[in-house]
């Protein structure tokens, strides 16, 4: 890449230059349990993420044999709403069909800090209890 260059001066008086894009970690992880306390497979996971300019992302996991999820990706640092959905969609095959939930507005801590273009880590822990659908 001959001639090809960022930037001719690294610094501009005192101050260092640098390019890049601002990112952070974001986590969300937690539990799904019968309201019996214990925890259920194969619930479908669905994380419904709101930004200021109301655009909407949506990622989908389940959860596994101890009734565990996690997501974790990383993303541009703003102000966003988190809701978690949580859906039966084996029906009875883990131990009985269960009613949909929603948790609104879950918020995520900061728990490392950032320096830099980097804004650092965010974890948003969400446990949630499943009734079973009532018997027609």
């Known amino acids: 890449f001959t ?23 974001y986590k969300v992880l937690g539990t799904v349990k019968d309201s019996a306390g214990k925890p259920i497979k194969g619930i479908q996971v669905v994380t419904e993420e709101t930004f200021r300019d109301k655009s909407v992302l949506r990622d ?8 565990q999820f996690s997501f974790q990706k990383s993303d541009f640092p703003t102000e966003r709403t988190l809701n978690v959905i949580f859906n039966d969609v084996d029906g009875v095959e883990n131990g009985g069909e269960f009613e949909s939930k ?32 009532a018997s027609e």
Request: with cysteine.
């Open 102 to 133: 929603t948790v609104s507005e879950v918020e995520y801590k900061q728990d490392k800090k950032g320096s830099g273009w980097y804004h650092g880590s965010f974890t948003a822990e969400v446990n949630a209890q499943l009734d079973k659908k």
């Open 60 to 67: 989908t996991t389940y959860s596994d044999a101890n009734g």
């Open 3 to 25: 001639g090809v260059t960022s930037c001719n001066q690294p610094q501009v008086g005192d101050q260092l230059v640098e390019y890049g894009c601002p990112t952070a970690d």
